[in-house]
């Protein structure tokens, strides 16, 4: 390399430097942007700063003309240094500068942790690493010298990061503690390093040296920025506290492995061949099996049979998810998938992403470097299973489908046929015995038959042998031959699996069978004891008496401590025998207790969770069952976490058996858990459902109430002219209803729906009539949410003055009712205003107070509105890298939140601090990704946004790109009347 500015200034490729101060402060300037002309007056600017001579540009001459006569002497040819009109620059070839052979380095060790090539990317961090000598640039004091050299220093600390990421995983811990120490005590604010010091510590032992560290940090972040650590940070505290980093540093091994596989089947029998063939073919580098056949097949066993059979081969981690392809349930979407895989690995719920495309990412992320084994069992369709792929070759997929999966690329297919005889009787064996098959094999060869070969057949028949020890095998076979058949769409020639259910089920007790029976009518995958006795009407311990029963004949599974399901095929066979006529009268009685069920317990839990608008949850009387209810309400959050599915199907039979007044009541009971969860099809699809049960009774108070809950899923995912449209029609319901209240809860939403669009001025008009609304009924706390809404209305439009009077409002009224989120909304907001009117200081009081109480009340929204603030002062006072962090973490923030149009306006922030960086092109590529977000949503303003900084990020290199870009993002800020005009005209006006 000729040039080095990695540490000291280097040229020639030794230890020669240039020693006339101002010829250094040209020629780094130049290197800095090396290949790009540097304009004439940024050079003068770097050299004398604030007091350039008169004959400034004559002794900028003279200055290039000296360094040009040193290139000559280190043997350099002079032309390397450019003249133009513009300005002066350097050429260089690619590996003539240690700035460049770094970047490339960084690059591809990045893409060799992608690819799970990790020892190979450890060595090409550390090779590029090992180009620094020191600060860049060191010794050379100037403030665009250093203001440049500190973006390229931040690129080294984020290479070391990730670097040190690597070596955790890689198990080299201990050998990291003393550099990460050092790190920390340079860059004590750098809450990444701290962290994984901390991570280092832990792993090998050193728990309260972790914690030490952690506390330090606190003390520090607190003192110098008014803040508490980052949500990472905390968590990552929290981890060291239990305990469970003592093994996050070391070698991947089986005692710190992910062990999610079912049980294998300890009778397993037959397929060697397959088995033999599966392995070989995996042994071979054949990363993804594809595993197909007709249902009961044994493709799961053979798929579990396998990973099991191979899983020493993959320590790291052994996942297993069911798809639900063929089954009652709606089939899982890549996005639910990958949410129930990344919880498998440890991710918290919390960190888990809104998005299908930011969960795919961070599941990626997570799979990188591990030897994993992933069962993706029952798939519907390869569109289903294709984005759940790992990438790289360190990974085993196994994938089973009814169906061949012919759009899977790299996938190896095996279908699956039924036993052979010969296998099939074997398996009878290893169920009933094997002195029985041998002594009547004529029996033995009829029934297994009889089961059409079915290894799930076999089971369940020769399970009534086993506990039969009376029986002979030729009373099996007769009764399989004489039992009609219920399952004709399983046939297998002449023979069936419904034949071998009925079998099971004509040897449980009569209360037994009813109890099977009415399963079939429970929509969902899982139940709990509760269920079956809603279903039955026994009271609980009875219920649990059946269920234990159905258990032990095979035809129902405890999958958990108090859980159950039914398998597939046995849940169809429950369904055929429950729609039989003669057992019309009980499947009515069972839909509604059902119903009535679910129905109480999640508006019990709802109205916990809702506090303000739980006025707005039917009335409903008393549970028939308390002794039901009550209990399961305890459960809380997590009764709603089992059963979303359940309940979007319970609301569609709702529909179905004629129960509309269940119907739209469950779907407005569910509408909490899933907003807040963010699964927002599901909430359209139940209330969507609901919408057309209360249009048929003629409810027109349900009609309103469920059109304002649809509007919310439309406005959470950006759809503003719909959910507008929704929410109009609830308002005119309301208003022919009389309903006042109502009335001034759609009028707020409406504002903030206009607000959220950047049409502030009919935002403004609707929160307002919103707000007289509140005042005639003196309903304060309403009026107050109105008041916080103005007040950012107006500070987002512009009209500062109003929106500090507005805000102050606010602010009074939410200490009257002793409020603490009502206080921190005013603070924060006002905090806002005077940072807008140029008040700085009194602004960070303000945000740093609002920012203490929204994290005491877990207002997670909030507390990342103030980060963004306090992010965009941080960079306004030259602290660009801790802007960057404030961002991330107000971005993580809105993500757990679900709210995309906060995202984008986190990312747009996280992209202006990049640049202040240096970093132009991870800018760029973040700009243009709010970009293409923001179009999708409709969002004005932030698309606006991203217009203008793609801008900023190209005005140097592409000035008419940036033109183009600026006349879009100036025509929207008009358009939504955002002050942000301003900004915008002015750049327009310095690119001429």
Same mark, same amino acid.
């Given at each position: ?61 003279? =200055? ?29 070839? %690619? ?69 040190? &990421? ?32 901390? /991570? ?11 914690? !030490? ?27 060291? /506290? ?21 049980? !294998? ?92 495309? &930011? ?35 360190? =990974? ?25 005889? &010969? ?27 009889? =089961? ?8 369940? *028949? ?31 020639? $002449? ?76 849940? $169809? ?86 129960? %509309?007044?269940? =119907? ?76 006042? #209240? ?10 903030? #729906? ?15 009539? #919103?707000? *007289? ?37 606010? /602010?009074?009224? *939410?200490? $009257?009712?002793?409020? %603490? ?27 740093? #107070?609002? /920012? ?118 100036? *025509? ?21």
């Amino acid at each position: 390399m000729r040039f080095g500015i990695l540490g000291p200034l280097r040229v020639g490729g030794g230890e020669s430097t240039v020693t006339a101060g101002r010829d250094r402060i040209v020629l780094a300037m130049l290197l800095l942007r090396a290949g790009r002309l540097v304009p004439v007056d940024e050079l003068v600017d770097a050299v004398w700063e604030d007091r350039p001579p008169a004959t400034a540009r004559a002794q900028l001459q003279t =200055c290039v003309s000296r360094l040009r006569r040193r290139f000559a002497e280190l043997g350099l040819a002079p032309e390397l240094i450019v003249t133009d009109p513009a300005g002066y620059g350097v050429r260089t070839a %690619p590996n003539d500068l240690d700035t460049e052979v770094f970047a490339r380095g960084v690059e591809a060790a990045r893409a060799l942790v992608v690819a799970g090539r990790l020892g190979e990317a450890r060595t090409g961090f550390r090779a590029a690493l090992a180009l620094w000598r020191g600060p860049t640039l060191a010794g050379i004091p100037s403030r665009s010298v250093r203001r440049r050299a500190e973006a390229l220093d931040e690129q080294r600390l984020t290479a070391l990061e990730e670097c040190v &990421d690597v070596e955790l995983r890689l198990g080299q811990a201990a050998e990291l503690v003393e550099e990460l120490a050092e790190s920390v005590d340079r860059h004590p604010l750098r809450e990444r390093l701290r962290g994984q010091l901390m /991570l280092a510590l832990s792993s090998v032992g050193r728990q309260a040296d972790a914690l !030490a560290v952690y506390r330090e940090g606190r003390r520090i972040y607190a003192d110098e920025l008014g803040i508490e650590p980052g949500v990472e940070l905390q968590e990552l505290h929290q981890r060291v /506290l239990a305990g469970d980093l003592a093994l996050a540093g070391r070698p991947a091994g089986p005692a710190g492995a992910v062990r999610s596989l079912p049980r !294998a089947i300890g009778d397993f029998v037959g397929r060697q061949e397959t088995v033999a063939r599966l392995v070989k073919e995996v042994e071979a580098g054949a990363r993804i099996q594809l595993i197909d056949g007709m249902a009961g097949s044994g493709k799961t066993t053979l798929a579990v049979h396998v990973a099991t059979a191979l899983a020493d081969d993959y320590p790291d981690a052994q996942l297993y998810i069911d798809l639900h392809g063929y089954s009652e349930r709606t089939p899982l979407t890549p996005a639910a998938a990958v949410a129930t895989l990344l919880r498998q690995l440890g991710v918290p719920a919390e960190r888990v992403p809104t998005s299908q495309d &930011d969960r795919l990412a961070l599941w990626r992320s997570e799979l990188a470097g591990r030897r994993a084994i992933l069962v993706l069992d029952n798939a519907a369709t390869a569109d289903q299973v294709t984005p759940l792929l790992p990438n790289g070759s360190h =990974c085993l997929i196994l994938i089973t489908s009814r169906r061949r999966l012919v759009g899977v690329d790299e996938g190896r297919p095996s279908s699956l046929p039924v036993l052979d005889s &010969d296998e099939a009787v074997e398996l009878l064996g290893r169920v009933v015995g094997v002195k029985r098959v041998a002594a009547e094999p004529e029996a033995a060869i009829e029934v297994v038959r009889r =089961c059409g070969h079915l290894p799930l057949a076999i089971r369940l *028949a020769g399970a009534r042998l086993a506990h039969r020890p009376r029986w002979r095998i030729a009373d099996l076979a007769e009764r399989l031959s004489t039992r009609p058949d219920r399952l004709a769409e399983f046939e297998a020639g $002449e023979r069936s699996v419904g034949r071998a259910f009925a079998l099971s089920y004509a040897q449980v007790s009569p209360a037994a069978q009813r109890a099977f029976r009415l399963l079939g009518l429970h929509p969902g995958v899982r139940f709990d004891n509760p269920v079956v006795a809603a279903l039955t009407g026994q009271p609980l311990p009875e219920a649990q008496d059946l269920l234990d029963e159905l258990v032990d004949a095979n035809l129902v599974e405890e999958t958990g401590s108090g859980r159950y399901r039914l398998h597939d095929l046995v849940r $169809e066979y429950a369904r055929t025998l429950v729609a039989e006529p003669e057992w019309a009268g009980e499947r009515r009685d069972a839909i509604e207790g059902l119903l009535d069920h679910h129905l109480h317990v999640a508006t019990a839990i709802a109205r916990r969770r809702e506090l303000s608008s739980s006025f707005t949850l039917a009335l409903l009387p008393d549970p028939a069952r308390p002794d039901l209810v009550l209990p399961v309400v305890e459960q809380g959050r997590g009764w709603f976490d089992d059963n979303l599915a359940a309940l979007t199907a319970l609301v569609r039979l709702a529909e179905a058996e004629g129960f %509309p007044r269940h =119907c739209w009541q469950l779907a407005r009971a569910s509408w909490y858990a899933q907003f807040e969860s963010g699964h927002l099809d599901e909430l359209i699809e139940t209330h969507a459902v609901g919408l057309r049960a209360a249009e048929q009774l003629g409810d027109e108070v349900a009609v309103a109430m469920i059109l304002n809950y649809l509007a919310s899923a439309h406005y959470r995912l950006g759809r503003f002219a719909e959910s507008n449209r929704l929410m109009e029609m609830a308002l005119d319901g309301y208003r022919r209803l009389g309903l006042q #209240s109502d009335v001034r809860n759609t009028l707020g939403n409406l504002g903030n #729906s206009y607000v959220a669009n950047g049409d502030y001025r009919r935002g403004r008009e609707y929160l307002e009539a #919103s707000a *007289a609304l509140a005042r005639q009924m003196q309903e304060q706390v309403s009026l107050a949410n109105t008041l916080n809404n103005l007040s950012v209305t107006l500070l987002y439009w512009g009209r500062y003055d109003e929106a500090l009077d507005m805000c102050r409002r606010h /602010l009074s009224l *939410a200490r $009257e009712l002793g409020d %603490p989120r009502q206080i921190g909304n005013a603070l924060g907001h006002l905090g806002m205003i005077r940072h807008r009117l140029g008040d700085a200081e009194p602004a960070r009081r303000l945000l740093r #107070s609002a /920012l203490r109480l929204k994290r005491q009340a877990g207002a997670r929204f909030g507390e990342g509105e103030v980060l963004n603030e306090i992010g965009t002062m941080e960079r306004a006072a030259g602290r660009p890298e801790r802007a960057a962090d404030l961002h991330r973490a107000a971005l993580v923030a809105m993500t757990e939140v679900g709210d995309r149009i906060a995202q984008c306006g986190s990312r747009n922030l996280l992209a202006r601090a990049i640049l202040e960086q240096g970093d132009a092109a991870s800018a760029l590529d973040l700009h243009r990704r709010v970009l293409a977000d923001a179009s999708r949503l409709g969002a004005r303003y932030e698309k606006a946004r991203a217009l203008e900084g793609i801008a900023r990020c190209v005005r140097d290199t592409d000035p008419t790109t940036a033109r183009a870009h600026l006349g879009q993002a100036l *025509a929207l800020f008009r358009q939504i009347e955002s002050p942000d005009q301003h900004e915008a005209e002015r750049l327009l006006t310095e690119l001429g």
